[in-house]
């Protein structure tokens, strides 16, 4: 079987057929898939490390138990992402949230054409911390919206579809995100725009709200 590359959904119609007749091997590469997007989903619900980790495994767990139906499912992406929201609202009912971890500041940086310098990563580490508490003041259904966007490349159309909203309402609680993101980062911004290193550093968080937006 030809081995497929995480994020690669080209051959997903195969895999599930595949899976469904058993073969171990087609399911371990949904797996591989989709396993770490959903953790990450699940976390950005719970804020529990171990809770995601439970989460995602019971739902693949349970689509093994049922890949009988899986040459059923039309869009296998957004079918276990609404697991996920399923799940971890289940949990949320017994279960205390955590603290999201902060964003990494070299997961925007590093593909740079030139090294950054010391002074850059300084300056976009902290503007990454403060983007990061700002996420955080989002209220709950804003912030997962933000997240699923921003974090794992999903579509507007997508995250409706999961989360049982409007494309309208996805749209409207990005345009609060960002709007609500930017006005927490007011002070940091104003000071910012004094060196070359501040300015670009200004230009990428631009970049990263606006992609979020556009992400339609």
Request: with cysteine; net charge neutral.
């Amino acid at each position: 079987m030809k081995f497929v590359a995480p994020g690669d959904e080209q051959h997903l119609p195969l895999l599930q057929e595949q899976a469904a007749a058993g073969d171990t091997a087609a399911f371990r590469q949904i797996f591989l898939l989709f396993f770490e997007r959903l953790q990450r989903f699940a976390y950005s619900i719970v804020k529990s490390e171990e809770g995601a980790v439970d989460i995602t495994d019971d739902v693949f767990v349970k689509l093994w138990r049922n890949k009988h139906a899986l040459p059923d499912i039309k869009n296998l992406r957004i079918y276990l992402y609404a697991a996920i929201k399923n799940n971890a609202l289940n949990y949320l009912a017994t279960q205390k949230s955590g603290k999201k971890p902060p964003l990494e500041a070299a997961d925007y940086i590093g593909d740079s054409a030139s090294s950054p310098s010391p002074e850059q990563i300084l300056i976009m580490t902290e503007m990454m911390a403060r983007m990061e508490e700002a996420v955080g003041t989002l209220p709950p259904k804003c912030r997962i919206i933000f997240n699923m966007v921003r974090e794992d490349g999903l579509k507007y159309k997508e995250v409706a579809d999961i989360l049982h909203i409007s494309v309208n309402t996805v749209d409207a609680q990005m345009v609060i995100a960002v709007g609500r993101i930017r006005e927490h980062m007011k002070e940091y911004i104003q000071r910012a725009g004094r060196t070359n290193s501040q300015k670009k550093s200004m230009f990428l968080l631009g970049s990263i709200l606006l992609e979020a937006v556009l992400c339609k």
